[in-house]
């Protein structure tokens, strides 16, 4: 996704920062305990998702210092690796659990639902400064 510079005022920069303060992954509170209950933590894949999470936390870190300081000419260079990592990793991610899922964690859809709605609810675990 090529977007060109000129396309991005001021007010789209910072609506892009508002948008990143929910960014806070539900997976790591609610779905991971979940699947650990059930699997343990064959490989470590779990927490390398964990960790993945961390590395997502960080570029949107590296984001929000852009459009803090009214970088314009390294929103893009910030914005994209996000999007790519973000894509790759939600990509990845669904692969992991989906080859963790056994038919007992389909019977534990209510409490899946439940988690993550107490997730959605609670203030993030993450504090972005911006």
Same mark, same amino acid.
């Given at each position: 996704? %090529?977007?060109?510079?000129? $396309?991005?005022?001021?007010? #789209?920069?910072?609506?892009?920062?508002?948008?990143?303060?929910?960014?806070?992954?539900?997976?790591?509170?609610?779905? @991971?305990?979940?699947?650990?209950?059930?699997?343990?933590?064959?490989?470590? +894949?779990?927490?390398?998702? $964990?960790? &993945?999470?961390?590395?997502?936390?960080? =570029?949107?870190?590296? =984001?929000?210092?852009?459009?803090?300081?009214?970088?314009?000419?390294?929103? !893009?260079? $910030? =914005? #994209?690796?996000?999007?790519?990592?973000?894509?790759? @990793?939600?990509? @990845?991610?669904?692969? +992991?659990?989906?080859?963790?899922? &056994?038919?007992?964690?389909?019977?534990?859809?209510?409490?899946?639902?439940?988690? !993550? &709605?107490? %997730?959605?609810? &609670?203030?993030?675990?993450? +504090?972005?400064?911006?």
């Amino acid at each position: 996704m %090529v977007i060109p510079f000129s $396309s991005f005022t001021t007010r #789209q920069m910072h609506a892009s920062g508002h948008a990143l303060r929910g960014f806070t992954p539900g997976s790591d509170s609610a779905l @991971h305990p979940l699947f650990r209950e059930e699997n343990g933590d064959p490989d470590g +894949v779990i927490s390398h998702l $964990s960790d &993945k999470h961390d590395y997502l936390a960080h =570029l949107v870190h590296d =984001l929000a210092y852009i459009i803090k300081s009214n970088d314009f000419d390294h929103f !893009l260079d $910030s =914005l #994209q690796p996000l999007h790519h990592a973000m894509n790759r @990793h939600n990509k @990845h991610e669904e692969k +992991v659990f989906l080859n963790l899922a &056994k038919p007992s964690i389909l019977m534990r859809r209510e409490e899946i639902i439940a988690r !993550l &709605k107490t %997730v959605e609810d &609670k203030q993030p675990r993450r +504090v972005w400064d911006f």
